[in-house]
């Protein structure tokens, strides 16, 4: 026999199961009956049922029956009736797994088949709803009868117990039998497709069920809590009045020491409230111990013969007051008639209180006493006193007397009590040597209420807690319908859920082929367009290259003109030459990084400038252009002088290239205007606005809202006078956005179109200290005939080059500077003409025949003779990998082309003068 299928293994496997999962449902346990929300271990018990046969029914019978005693032992002792519920629940559970079986065999025929429309109508509609009534109708009016629960709370108990069976049932039991892949089901592929989605399910609906419920309790919880905030103020209302009568009696008796019993009844009755529930208020003088038969005397004088100093033993029974030193009798009592049997105690010799009033003595405070038996009515254990001393004003350490106010504990806070809303029920305890003891309670206080609260809090001198219990009322108020509606719905869309993952699962097999087939279709599609993707970047970088090769010999061209010619209109030209070069580079650049932009590898490169150097260069590129269409062009600089600036100045000056291009190229006669306005925002940033407007055609108003979209245009149609790709302005836009600016347009159609372009920038105080090179001039002065530069003559360079045009631009700058240049077209002549001699410094290009600039670096650096001299990169290349290549090989400068002669001079600096060689 295999294990498993001996009876006591079965009967220990079902115990276990159900006390288990027993524990899972008593989360969603809710009052009142603790009925469960969703119960798991009506499902689990089905499952194992049906699964393990009859010898597992006793021992879910035992593991309900132990989960239920757990259940009210927790909230009372133990009891013989106590047995009853847990015994009834624990049957009625047993008596459900035959009903649901039953149904089962009588509805399906096994093996069943979990994706079948006739499964799952029967089972969730029929079998597991039908089989739910059993154990929750037998517990629900087992309990409401046992309980005393009123027709609502009966209904709601059973309602919860059948939603709770439900959900347990048609969860739990598939799960259950997949899990074991049982018989009665018929061959399911990759069960845990459905069985992962079903846990996942009733989790998050036991989640949202959880969150629902836990919300309303804190809800209930909160006003629970305020309903009890008017208790405890009149407990703080009574405690300040007793005090405030104290301090005020007191006041008045040192003002008059021979205060007549009328007098102090007068005094009495002028301050107290009738609101306030006080059995007395009494005044009990110092007698000395010669005093006592004169004492007496008059006690006998106001018709009080039988009363004399007396005292109080432990046995409750009242003597003559021993002989002693003085004595503190009551003397004034009000009222008088009701209080008259204190009359003549003294308080000094009381056993119960003599502690307290030595306290409020000693401490000149208000003391009040323990719970004590009150000579007026000695058969009760329910009197308080709070005692206050009187001293005399003149001689502040002679004490008169005692005043003292006497409450009887029930009688006040019963009052207190009835008062209120009746939402809870109260028990207040102070604490004796770190113990607690009860003060006083109502009648109707009880340990197991749904809600309760405490609050500590001091009570003349002593330090009490009040243990607060919701009432019956406030319980049967408490029904959380809301969370049952969240339950219900929730349970509707994890059932169809469930459903749905049921069929799905079924034509798995035929959808992974599918799936499958296409899987590899899109695996060449991507393949080919990542060849595709790669194919762009080569050729970008490629052209990238390409451009900037020309562009380096055009500008180094213009800048060895103007340091050879003298000519001033030929300069002229030459500077023009150079200022729309680099324009053009600008506009190249722009046009290379647009993929960048796409692709969010695009970075803005800061360095300092100044607006003064972009608006000569704006001028130059668009006057004479602005003049030959015959439109007026004028520029506004700032009122005030702008310092200079840390931002991309290329990328700026193409967003102004753009905007001005655009605003001539579409203005056919009037003005095209540039007005540059400064704000500053601190002393460390600026505002430049940028207002660019003309008077050509305008943009119509249905066309602005997506005028910053790429390849947008006014005028879309084949026959438009102006040509243009449309992604100036996106590619404007998205720029103006990294910087952290904003553009705005207004237009009026055939009237002009106005751009404003705000764009915060930071100050540079002093470029030079901060290390950083100034865009007109480098860190170090160029040389010149009046300059006291530093000279180079003497030192070598060897320049690896393969563009001729570029080999004679790098000599010449070089020569320039006062360096002697060699030539080498490739990586391997390099190689070849630095073992022949030596040289101070090598200029390298990268993409070479033979041997490229890359593998000539790392043959240097490996040779022992050439290791130390410094390299530095001059390509057209601008790629991030090739940057990333040069840092790893040390290589500190990465020169990309055109590049200016005040780069290569701010180089030879750092390593051919003496503080750096």
């Known amino acids: 026999m295999h294990p498993v299928q001996h009876p006591l293994v079965k009967l220990f496997i079902g115990c276990a199961a159900y006390f288990g999962f027993a524990q899972l449902g008593l989360l969603f346990a809710i009052p009142p009956g603790f009925a469960s929300a969703i119960w798991p271990a009506a499902g689990i018990a089905l499952g194992l049922y049906l699964m393990l046969g009859r010898w597992v029914v006793p021992g879910i019978f035992l593991g309900s029956l132990l989960a239920n005693l757990q259940v009210s032992f927790s909230s009372a002792s133990f009891d013989g009736q106590l047995l009853i519920i847990p015994s009834l629940i624990a049957l009625a559970s047993c008596l459900q797994l035959y009903v649901a079986k039953s149904l089962l065999f009588k509805f399906l025929t096994p093996p069943i088949a979990l994706h079948s429309g006739h499964f799952i109508f029967r089972f969730f509609v029929i079998i597991g709803p039908m089989a739910c009534l059993t154990a929750s109708s037998i517990a629900a009016i087992g309990i409401s009868l046992i309980n005393q629960f009123d027709l609502s709370q009966g209904l709601f108990l059973w309602f919860t117990w059948w939603i709770g069976d439900i959900l347990g049932v048609l969860f739990f039991t598939p799960i259950v039998l997949l899990l074991f892949n049982s018989p009665l089901l018929s061959a399911v592929s990759k069960r845990f497709r459905i069985i992962l989605p079903a846990i996942t399910l009733f989790a998050l609906m036991s989640s949202v069920f959880i969150y ?20 405890s103020d009149q407990i703080k209302i009574f405690e300040n009045t007793v005090n405030q009568y104290l301090y005020a009696i007191a006041a008045h008796i040192g003002l008059n020491k021979n205060l007549s019993q009328e007098q102090f009844k007068q005094f009495v009755y ?134 003292e106010i006497v409450f009887e504990t029930d009688q006040v806070f019963d009052a207190i009590y009835k008062a209120s809303e009746n939402d809870f029920n109260y028990q207040t305890v102070y604490f004796v040597d770190d113990k607690e003891s009860i003060a006083f309670q109502n009648n109707t206080h009880k340990d197991d209420a749904q809600f309760s609260y405490s609050i500590s809090f001091d009570f003349f001198d002593k330090h009490y807690r009040t243990y607060f219990q919701s009432s019956s009322r406030f319980d049967a108020q408490s029904t959380d319908w809301f969370s049952w509606i969240v339950l219900i719905l929730g349970s509707l869309l994890s059932v169809l859920s469930f459903i749905f993952v049921v069929l799905i699962t079924s034509f798995n097999s035929q959808l992974a082929l599918e799936v499958k087939s296409r899987t590899n279709d899109l695996e060449k ?125 290329i990328r700026f000056e193409q967003i102004l290239v753009y905007l001005t291009e655009n605003a001539l190229k579409f203005t056919e006669q009037g003005e095209v205007q540039v007005a540059f306005e400064t704000k500053t925002i601190n002393s460390q940033r600026i505002r430049l606005i940028i207002t660019i407007s003309d008077q050509g055609i305008g943009i119509s108003r249905d066309k602005l809202n997506r005028l910053f979209d790429a390849f947008s245009q006014e005028d879309e149609s084949d026959t438009r006078p102006y040509s ?130 890359f593998s000539a670096i790392e043959a240097i650096r490996k040779s022992e003779h050439h290791r130390t001299i410094p390299v530095v990169i001059l390509s057209a290349s601008v790629t991030k990998e090739q940057q990333q290549r040069a840092e790893s090989l040390g290589i500190k400068h990465y020169i990309t082309k055109p590049y200016r002669k005040s780069q290569l001079y701010e180089v030879l600096c750092e390593y051919l003068t003496e503080n750096n060689q």
């Open 270 to 403: 002028s301050i107290q409230n009738q609101n306030i529930n006080i059995r007395a208020i009494a005044w009990a003088p110092k007698i000395k111990a010669s005093e006592r038969k004169t004492y007496e005397q008059f006690l006998r004088q106001r018709g009080l013969e039988k009363h004399k100093i007396r005292t109080i033993d432990r046995n409750q029974k009242v003597t003559i007051a021993p002989r002693q030193d003085y004595y503190l009798p009551i003397t004034y009592s009000e009222p008088f008639q009701k209080n008259v049997d204190a009359i003549g105690l003294d308080l000094k010799s009381h056993p119960f209180i003599a502690t307290s009033i030595s306290k409020a003595i000693h401490n000149r405070q208000v003391v009040l006493t323990p719970k004590i038996h009150l000579v007026q009515s000695l058969e009760k254990l329910n009197g308080m006193i709070a005692y206050y001393p009187v001293f005399d004003p003149v001689e502040a350490n002679q004490l008169l007397g005692l005043v």
């Open 212 to 231: 629902s419920r836990s919300s309303y309790l804190n809800e209930r919880q909160n006003q629970f809590n305020e309903s009890t905030a008017a208790f």
């Open 525 to 649: 599609a991507n393949v080919n367009l990542m060849n595709a993707n790669h194919a762009k970047s080569q050729f970008l970088s490629n052209m990238s290259h390409e451009y900037r090769t020309p562009l380096n010999a055009i500008i180094g061209f213009c800048q060895i003109a103007k340091d050879e010619l003298t000519d001033p209109v030929a300069l002229g030209y030459f500077r023009k030459i150079e200022n729309t070069s680099y324009l053009l580079l600008d506009i190249i650049n722009t046009v290379l990084d647009y993929s960048k932009i796409n692709e969010g590898r695009f970075a803005l490169n800061v360095a300092p400038f100044t607006i003064e150097n972009t608006i000569d260069r704006l001028e130059t590129l668009f006057a004479h252009r602005a003049s030959r269409k015959g439109l007026d062009f004028n520029i506004i600089t700032p009122s005030t002088p702008t310092p200079e600036l840390s931002g991309d100045r």
């Open 724 to 853: 243009g790709t449309g992604l100036g302005l996106s590619i404007t836009k998205k720029l103006i956005d990294m910087m952290g600016g904003t553009i705005s347009v207004e237009s009026v159609k055939h009237h002009g179109t106005e751009f404003r372009v705000i764009i915060p920038f930071d100050i540079i105080n002093n470029s030079k200290d901060l290390g950083i090179e100034n865009e007109s001039t480098p860190q170090y002065l160029l040389p010149s005939s009046e300059s006291n530069a530093i000279s180079f003559t003497g030192k070598r360079a060897l320049v690896v080059e393969d563009n001729h045009v570029n080999q004679i631009v790098a000599s010449k700058l070089l020569e320039q500077l006062g360096l002697t240049v060699s030539i080498a077209d490739d990586g391997q002549q390099a190689i070849e003409t630095l073992n022949k001699k030596p040289f101070d410094i090598v200029f390298m290009d990268l993409q070479m025949p033979i041997m490229d600039g």
